[in-house]
C-alpha cells in the first residue's frame, strides 16, 4: 500500500513539474505587454500529512514572492515556474529518473517541448551555491507549441486536380485525334477553342461526324458564338435582342429533330392554327360520299431561306384508309401537289389543311385513316392516324 502512495505522488509531483512549465510558455505567450499580479498566499504545513496521505489542497509552496506590480517578463515568468519546482521538490519522498518532471511532460509533447528547449539560448552562470534557472521559452516559441497543438496540421484534402489550358487542349486533341466520331469529345474541344478566343466551330475537325451530329454541334458554337458576341456588343441591350442568337439557335436544332404530327383532326371548317371545328364523334352515314377537311399541325418542319431573304416551308400531304381489323387499303386520296409557303419572318407553327371526299361505297364498320406528311427540304417523313366509323343512315 505504501509502495502505491510514493508511486502515485511522484506521478503527480511529476507532473506538476510539467504543468508549471507548459504553464510559463503560456503566460509569457499571452502576457508580453499586460502587467501581472501575484497574490501572496500564507505558507501553510507541508503538504504530506503524519498519516502519509498527500494533500492536494495543501501542496502549494511555502516560500512566496513578493506582491510586484511591474511588467513581468518572460524570463522572470520562468524564474518562478523554476522556483515552484525548487519548493515542491522537497515534498517528493524520493527521486526517480522515469518520473522526473522534465520526461513526463516530453511525453505528453515531446516535439513541442523539444522545439522549445532546442532554441532556447542556453542559462547564463550563477554564482555557486544557488540553483540554475530553467531556460525561458520565448513568447513566439511558446505561441508556436500552444497554435500547433490546437490546430494540428493537415494534409490539404483536394477534390480533384485541375491540368493547365494547354495540357487540357492537348488532352481533347489527342482525343479528337484518336476517336473523331465522338460527339461529346467533338463538342468539349470546340468549346475549348472558343474560351481561347478561337473562331467555331472549326469544320476540319469536326469533318469526321455524321451529317446530322455535325449539324447539331454547328448551330451550338453559332449560337453561343453569337450571343457572346452581342453581350460584348453592347450589354444594355434589351432582352429581346440579347437572346435572339440562342432562338435562332433553337430553331436550327429544331429542323434536326423529327418530323411530326402531334394533331390529327376531321373538320367542318377551319380558320387558322388551332382554330377549326371538329366533327363530333367521327361517324359518317354510309352510301353517302362525306367531304371532309383534314387538318394536321406539324412539328420540326425545316424552313430554308430563299435568295428573296423568305423563309420557304415545302411540304406534301397523303391520305389512305384502312379497316380497323384486318388493315387493308379501302381507299387513297389522289396525290396532292406540294404545300409550299413563303414567309418574310421563320415559322415556328405550321398546319396542313386538305379536303377529301370520302367515298359512299364504304360498307358499315370502324376504320383508320392515316394522314402522312413529307417535308421535302430535307426528306423526312411523319405519319399519324384518326380513327372514323360509317354507320348506317
Not at 432562338?247 to 388551332?274: H, Y
Amino acid at each position: 500500500m505504501n509502495n502505491n502512495r510514493v508511486s502515485l505522488l511522484r506521478f503527480f509531483g511529476a507532473a506538476s513539474i510539467a504543468a508549471g512549465v507548459i504553464a510559463a510558455g503560456v503566460i509569457a505567450a499571452g502576457c508580453q505587454n499586460a502587467p501581472v499580479k501575484q497574490s501572496a498566499r500564507p505558507g501553510g504545513p507541508p503538504a504530506v500529512a503524519t498519516d502519509g496521505h498527500f494533500d492536494f489542497a495543501r501542496a502549494v509552496p511555502t516560500t512566496q514572492p513578493a506582491q510586484d506590480d511591474s511588467p513581468a517578463t518572460a524570463d522572470v515568468l520562468a524564474q518562478k515556474a523554476a522556483t515552484y519546482a525548487k519548493d515542491i521538490g522537497p515534498l517528493l519522498p524520493a527521486h526517480d529518473p522515469k518520473l522526473d518532471g522534465p520526461a513526463v511532460a516530453q511525453a505528453i509533447d515531446p516535439d513541442g517541448l523539444r522545439l522549445m528547449a532546442d532554441a532556447s539560448p542556453p542559462p547564463a552562470p550563477t554564482p555557486a551555491g544557488k540553483p540554475t534557472p530553467a531556460p525561458a521559452p520565448s513568447a513566439n516559441q511558446a505561441t508556436a507549441v500552444l497554435a500547433s497543438a490546437a490546430n494540428p496540421v493537415r494534409e490539404p484534402q483536394l477534390a480533384g486536380q485541375f491540368d493547365p489550358t494547354d495540357s487540357l487542349a492537348r488532352r481533347l486533341a489527342e482525343h479528337v485525334h484518336d476517336d473523331p466520331q465522338d460527339l461529346a469529345g467533338q463538342l468539349d474541344y470546340q468549346l475549348l477553342q472558343m474560351l481561347q478566343g478561337q473562331s467555331i466551330p472549326q469544320l476540319p475537325a469536326l469533318s469526321a461526324l455524321s451529317p446530322e451530329d455535325r449539324e447539331v454541334v454547328s448551330a451550338l458554337c453559332d449560337g453561343l458564338s453569337n450571343f457572346r458576341d452581342a453581350v460584348r456588343s453592347d450589354n444594355n441591350m434589351l432582352l429581346s435582342r440579347k437572346v435572339r442568337p440562342l432562338l435562332e439557335m433553337a430553331d436550327r436544332l429544331r429542323n434536326q429533330a423529327e418530323l411530326s404530327i402531334p394533331t390529327v383532326a376531321l373538320c367542318k371548317r377551319v380558320d387558322g392554327f388551332g382554330v377549326y371545328e371538329p366533327i363530333e364523334g367521327q361517324r359518317f352515314a354510309a352510301g353517302v360520299e362525306q367531304p371532309v377537311i383534314v387538318y394536321c399541325e406539324v412539328e420540326n418542319f425545316a424552313s430554308q431561306l430563299t435568295e428573296q431573304q423568305l423563309w420557304q416551308t415545302k411540304l406534301k400531304q397523303q391520305v389512305v384508309l384502312y379497316t380497323e381489323q384486318s388493315g387493308l387499303e379501302v381507299w387513297r386520296e389522289k396525290e396532292s401537289k406540294p404545300v409550299v409557303d413563303l414567309s418574310r419572318n421563320r415559322r415556328h407553327d405550321f398546319f396542313v389543311v386538305q379536303m377529301i371526299r370520302l367515298p359512299a361505297s364504304l360498307t358499315i364498320g370502324q376504320y383508320l385513316l392515316k394522314v402522312s406528311v413529307e417535308d421535302l427540304t430535307v426528306n423526312r417523313i411523319a405519319e399519324n392516324t384518326v380513327g372514323i366509323e360509317i354507320v348506317a343512315e
